[in-house]
């Protein structure tokens, strides 16, 4: 996601860097461990911030994009659909 929003040209790599790390280090700073379940909430935590998105707003788009993930058959793009 950040890829893209880099892509885009909504994001700068410098920003996300800072933010993603920022984000990081205050969930190890307040006792998370080291693992990919910490680096995941700090990746929620770094877009919402940069987005600027309320935590139930990130947790739909997250919601959608892991229902995207899921039903995309294997090698199609993944992408959200929000026709509806």
């Known amino acids: 996601m950040s ?3 880099i892509e885009s040209g909504q994001i700068t790599p410098g920003d996300w860097a800072r933010t993603l790390g920022d984000a990081i280090k205050s969930k190890l700073a ?3 461990e ?3 379940q910490t ?3 700090a990746v929620t ?3 919402t ?3 600027k998105m309320d935590e139930q707003e990130m947790e739909r788009t997250v919601q959608e994009w892991r229902h995207a993930f899921e039903t995309t ?3 199609k793009p993944v992408s959200l ?3 509806s």
Request: hydrophobic fraction near 35%; avoid cysteine.
């Open 39 to 41: 680096y995941f909430e």
């Open 30 to 32: 307040n006792g998370a």
């Open 49 to 51: 911030t940069i987005l």
């Open 45 to 47: 935590d770094a877009l």
């Open 73 to 75: 058959p294997h090698g």
């Open 34 to 36: 080291d693992s990919s």
């Open 3 to 5: 890829q893209v929003l």
């Open 81 to 83: 659909d929000r026709k």
